[in-house]
């Protein structure tokens, strides 16, 4: 069911909810969270459905903050999408325009679940420093997603400048296979130390960095990463020791090859992850992600590294970009 409500206020919305609850229980109140998304009007759509999916595993209440100009005459327009239009959730879609475009606590006040934790979501157009947004303040995690602004290096900047207790980024969450199948190698090989690392992937993808970066604090070894065109994601980790190099290596979009000395070749499935399971994944936990928080504050960027990054040499050798020590937080 959709509801519509034009050019309306908050304390209407909250009248309407409780009246589709009265006539018949259409919205369930088994919450245990209110997911608060931040986007531009046009951009929701992807947004609500990752949401949606992920609330059948996190019920919640969705309230989209979505900026439909703030040179339009100041009005608030609101959908309200309950039952098969929004999962195991509640959506309340607010289109803000004039003075209602930016993103305020005001107009989400009235509409939060009491008692219950608040995750706000940016979804494109990450700012500065979400912990300092009017919704940024009053949410228990902060989720931003790197990959999807114009510059993903300067986004990490961000977050590495500004980082508190409760910010996380979706490009963080994409490694999570990767680093459970990485951490499972190292505990079957032989304790032979680590001595150089090499990661491959996209030129785009602050993933790559992120990757290098746990690594890094992880091994305690030097990282080199080769940068690949972009658009095609995380593509080898390979692990330099004495006694034998250990290589996962990922050609595709969905099996990766494990190969270590002394064993045959192991075909392992390590798919790219969906936006819905990364979501759901962040949903899962709200208390701060103490790694991520390790890994981002450490991660320097060096301009020399940014330009090395953005180019698409012949010789993948030119390619090789020395990360550094980083120092432990």
């Known amino acids: 069911m959709i509801v519509d409500l034009p050019d309306t206020t908050t304390s209407a919305i909250s009248k309407k909810i409780m009246s589709l609850r009265e006539q018949g229980g259409v919205i369930a109140l088994g919450r245990v969270l209110t997911l608060v998304v931040v986007t531009k009007s046009g951009l929701e759509e992807e947004a609500i459905e990752a949401a949606n999916d992920a609330s059948r595993e996190h019920p919640c209440r969705i309230i989209v903050l979505a900026d439909a100009g703030a040179k339009a005459p100041t009005r608030l327009d609101a959908q309200i999408r309950v039952g098969g239009d929004a999962g195991a959730s509640?959506?309340?879609?607010?289109?803000?325009?004039?003075?209602?475009?930016?993103?305020?606590?005001?107009?989400?006040?009235?509409?939060?679940?009491?008692?219950?934790?608040?995750?706000?979501?940016?979804?494109?157009?990450?700012?500065?420093?979400?912990?300092?947004?009017?919704?940024?303040?009053?949410?228990?995690?902060?989720?931003?997603?790197?990959?999807?602004?114009?510059?993903?290096?300067?986004?990490?900047?961000?977050?590495?400048?500004?980082?508190?207790?409760?910010?996380?980024?979706?490009?963080?969450?994409?490694?999570?296979?990767?680093?459970?199948?990485?951490?499972?190698?190292?505990?079957?090989?032989?304790?032979?130390?680590?001595?150089?690392?090499?990661?491959?992937?996209?030129?785009?993808?602050?993933?790559?960095?992120?990757?290098?970066?746990?690594?890094?604090?992880?091994?305690?070894?030097?990282?080199?990463?080769?940068?690949?065109?972009?658009?095609?994601?995380?593509?080898?980790?390979?692990?330099?020791?004495?006694?034998?190099?250990?290589?996962?290596?990922?050609?595709?979009?969905?099996?990766?090859?494990?190969?270590?000395?002394?064993?045959?070749?192991?075909?392992?499935?390590?798919?790219?992850?969906?936006?819905?399971?990364?979501?759901?994944?962040?949903?899962?936990r709200l208390d701060p992600d103490e790694v991520f928080g390790q890994v981002v504050r450490t991660l320097e960027r060096s301009h020399k590294n940014t330009d090395a990054i953005g180019t698409e040499p012949a010789d993948r050798e030119l390619a090789d970009i020395p990360l550094g020590r980083l120092v432990h937080a």
């Open 90 to 284: 509640e959506v309340i879609v607010l289109r803000g325009y004039g003075e209602l475009a930016e993103e305020s606590e005001s107009l989400v006040a009235a509409l939060l679940l009491p008692d219950a934790p608040i995750v706000a979501w940016w979804p494109h157009g990450a700012p500065k420093s979400a912990c300092e947004t009017s919704i940024g303040r009053i949410a228990h995690r902060r989720i931003t997603d790197s990959a999807n602004e114009e510059d993903p290096q300067r986004a990490l900047d961000n977050i590495r400048n500004t980082y508190k207790a409760g910010d996380t980024d979706l490009a963080w969450t994409r490694l999570t296979n990767w680093r459970i199948q990485l951490a499972a190698v190292l505990d079957q090989v032989d304790s032979s130390p680590v001595t150089a690392v090499a990661v491959e992937g996209a030129s785009d993808s602050p993933s790559t960095l992120l990757l290098a970066a746990w690594l890094t604090l992880s091994l305690d070894a030097p990282v080199t990463i080769v940068a690949d065109p972009a658009g095609t994601g995380i593509r080898r980790v390979r692990l330099s020791r004495a006694s034998g190099d250990v290589q996962l290596f990922r050609p595709g979009l969905s099996v990766a090859e494990l190969t270590q000395p002394g064993q045959p070749a192991q075909r392992i499935s390590l798919p790219r992850r969906s936006l819905r399971d990364c979501l759901a994944e962040e949903l899962r």
